[in-house]
């Protein structure tokens, strides 16, 4: 029930209860109904029953008696708006549920603005807006609810790393996939196909050149049996799909005395590789996971530190995709090893 007049008191309904219920679909147009006593309604009638007037409002159904009714005008509100605008949502439109969120909450619409937020975090699930509306926090790379058994048993993980085992980063040092890719020969015709499916994310970021997709390119370009492998083949058609999961972040800094020493960075792979069976199901035939640790001087910016860390779980990912089994039958050979620096 929503009262238009500054400081008016609660309208009191004389003789009668209040009656709640679940809402449902309502008209685009809202009732504008001014009371004898000078108090307002909005909302629509749903039943009327000899005097009783039975009127749909943002906070449930209200029954008056008719003769409380001094007039009543067609008027739009913020509930038929966030319906009329909802109603138009594509499920899929992630930026247009946001939208309405910010809406529904000016309005107070606190319910609708919840589950909006909550769509956009299934439609985006790294929506920063939609998750910190929600009560959630960005750490270590991840998005966790702010005091849950999660988040704590992440900050346990992340305060468990042994910092010894933390390789040194150079960034001068870690190679990157080249900004244009080179021209390369064409594949014989009889080459497979493999579609990778690529989820990669620098911080809360997506990765815009990917260094997985250039180096898995590559390694299956060398092949005994080389394989056509890029990101925009569709994985329902190829005879092989790979699906590769990348996430680097920033974990924590090392002090000295109080004082900022060592950033420490993280790169987490994760790799499946499927072969299609005859039924075009696919059967898992390759699997590989690993998390590395990486040290940097704390002066250096942490977006670059993390970028750093990216490229080097890349050289690390394509170090120990040609040792897969999958790869090695195929003809992988191993990198040479890098000269110390």
């Excluded at 009560?135 to 305060?159: C, F, I, P, Q, T």
């Excluded at 996430?247 to 950033?263: C, E, G, H, I, S």
């Excluded at 790169?267 to 998390?291: A, H, M, Q, W």
Aim: a positive charge; one cysteine or more.
């Amino acid at each position: 029930m929503k009262d238009r007049r500054p400081g008016a008191p609660p309208v009191t309904l004389l003789g009668l209860g209040l009656l709640l219920c679940v809402l449902g679909s309502g008209p685009l147009l809202a009732d504008l109904f001014r009371l004898k006593d000078g108090r307002e309604l909005e909302g629509s009638i749903v039943r009327e029953i000899g005097d009783l007037v039975s009127i749909r409002t943002a906070a449930g159904i209200v029954t008056i008696d008719r003769s409380e009714i001094e007039e009543h005008e067609r008027s739009r509100t913020s509930y038929d708006e966030y319906q009329e605008r909802l109603r138009k949502l594509d499920d899929g439109d992630a930026a247009g549920h946001l939208a309405l969120a910010r809406f529904c909450e000016s309005e107070g619409l606190e319910g609708e603005a919840a589950s909006l937020y909550k769509r956009v975090v299934e439609i985006d699930s790294h929506n920063s807006v939609a998750r910190e509306k929600l009560g959630y926090v960005w750490y270590a790379g991840g998005w966790y609810l702010d005091g849950s058994a999660e988040l704590e048993a992440k900050r346990k993980e992340v305060e468990s790393v042994d910092v010894g085992g933390a390789k040194d980063l150079d960034p001068a040092a870690v190679s990157r996939p080249p900004a244009r890719k080179p021209s390369l020969p064409p594949l014989p015709s009889s080459s497979a196909a493999m579609a990778i499916k690529l989820d990669e994310r620098i911080g809360r970021d997506p990765v815009e050149n990917s260094g997985a997709a250039y180096v898995i390119g590559s390694l299956c370009r060398t092949l005994t049996k080389p394989i056509q492998a890029a990101p925009g083949f569709d994985p329902t058609k190829t005879p092989y799909v790979m699906e590769v999961k990348i996430r680097t972040a920033f974990l924590k800094q090392v002090q000295f005395y109080n004082l900022p020493l060592t950033n420490i960075y993280q790169c987490k792979v994760d790799v499946g590789i499927g072969e299609r069976n005859p039924d075009g199901s696919l059967r898992r035939v390759g699997t590989l996971r690993f998390s590395q640790e990486f040290k940097l001087a704390s002066r250096v910016d942490k977006e670059r530190g993390m970028r750093s860390a990216y490229h080097a779980g890349i050289e690390e990912l394509d170090r120990r995709l040609r040792k897969m089994t999958f790869f090695r039958k195929l003809g992988a050979k191993p990198l040479p090893e890098k000269a110390p620096r």
